[in-house]
């Protein structure tokens, strides 16, 4: 049967963009200047008001179909990777299913935050080496800028919109997934949360929106920022590890876009250059689970993975949680 394959990628951005001058421009008081110090963002996009989750994941599943050269009906398992489903039931993979019109295909969600491409590819790893699967789909797709207090300067200003996706089996040619890493730790997840929508603050009241319940929260900005770039390069180094490789022979960091500040530093302890680091954030912001998948079927299309190259997918976020990927391309 062969390894793990990545049979082809895809990705879908909305149209509208919203520049950091935009922002000042609604009343927050920021600057382009003040942003791009701080996190490396220039600017995001953001999906119509009519526009789901699902949506976003149908137009990268079918781009990542497109290059594998595969149809939806090749299909036998979804995962979609998401913290903005389109409903809390059904899943977004369930959307999204009925979107591809693949009705032979399992779906489920998971729910990994910024991690969650990596988990998705963790779980397709395991259906396919035990055979329960033959052809798999994960998407990552968020509507982030749904969960955010635009009156908040120090978070509204992170996030953006969009969507990426992997079609995996397995072969012996094409891309290799070598290995994936996850990790969790419930106990700090407080530290990164959106406290409403669940059942602590169910049925949603006038008094959870008053309180802001329903927002995305950071708590404790520089203490996540430094544990953050711990996991992170933790994570780097145990992929590598698992196989036998050196940091050094690693061509592309392609990690969950979070802040340049952290690869900034992630590059200095790891003594690699920071020009091994394929960055989309200046121009998408953060898009939790979908930053590296997004990120990831750039580098390849635009050429700049080429074939051979040691691929590291580091990822970090609320949960909390974290992780890695390596593939080679």
Same mark, same amino acid.
């Given at each position: ?15 509208? $963009?919203?520049? /950091? ?13 003040? +942003?791009?110090?701080? #996190?490396?963002? @220039?600017?995001?996009? $953001? ?35 998401? +913290? #903005? ?61 749904? #969960? ?21 089996? @397995?072969? @012996? ?28 603050? #169910? ?5 959870? $929106? ?33 196989? /036998? ?13 979070? /802040?340049? @500040? ?23 912001? /953060? ?43």
């Amino acid at each position: 049967m062969g390894d793990v394959r990545i049979l082809g990628t895809g990705s879908y951005l909305p149209p509208k $963009v919203l520049k /950091n001058a935009d922002l000042q421009e609604m009343g927050l008081e920021t600057s382009d200047e003040w +942003i791009v110090d701080r #996190t490396g963002i @220039r600017e995001r996009r $953001v999906a119509d008001p009519e526009t789901a989750a699902s949506d976003l994941g149908h137009e990268a599943s079918l781009r990542a179909l497109e290059m594998a050269g595969l149809s939806a009906s090749d299909l036998d398992l979804i995962i979609m990777a998401t +913290i #903005t489903p389109d409903t809390c039931c059904p899943a977004g993979a369930n959307w999204l299913q009925a979107r591809l019109q693949a009705p032979q295909a399992v779906t489920f969600d998971v729910t990994a935050a910024c991690s969650g491409f990596i988990f998705g590819l963790n779980i397709a790893q395991q259906y396919l080496q035990n055979m329960t699967h033959t052809k798999v789909l994960v998407v990552a797709s968020e509507i982030m800028t749904r #969960t955010v207090d635009w009156s908040d300067r120090s978070s509204c200003i992170l996030w953006g919109d969009g969507a990426g996706a992997a079609v995996l089996s @397995r072969g @012996r040619e094409g891309p290799e997934l070598l290995s994936t890493h996850i990790h969790s730790d419930g106990a700090n997840g407080q530290n990164l949360l959106m406290p409403g929508g669940g059942s602590r603050t #169910t049925p949603i009241s006038h008094q959870s $929106v008053d309180k802001g319940l329903h927002y995305l929260q950071m708590i404790e900005a520089n203490m996540s920022f430094k544990v953050a770039v711990r996991y992170f390069i933790e994570s780097a180094r145990e992929a590598v590890a698992h196989n /036998n490789l050196d940091i050094h022979d690693v061509d592309w960091f392609i990690p969950h876009q979070a /802040n340049l @500040r952290m690869f900034q530093s992630m590059a200095k302890r790891l003594q690699v250059p920071l020009d091994s680091f394929y960055l989309t954030l200046q121009k998408y912001g /953060n898009i939790s689970s979908a930053s590296c998948a997004i990120a990831l079927d750039e580098a390849v299309r635009d050429g700049s993975v080429k074939s051979g190259d040691l691929i590291c997918l580091p990822v970090f976020g609320g949960g909390l949680t974290w992780g890695s990927a390596l593939i080679r391309w």
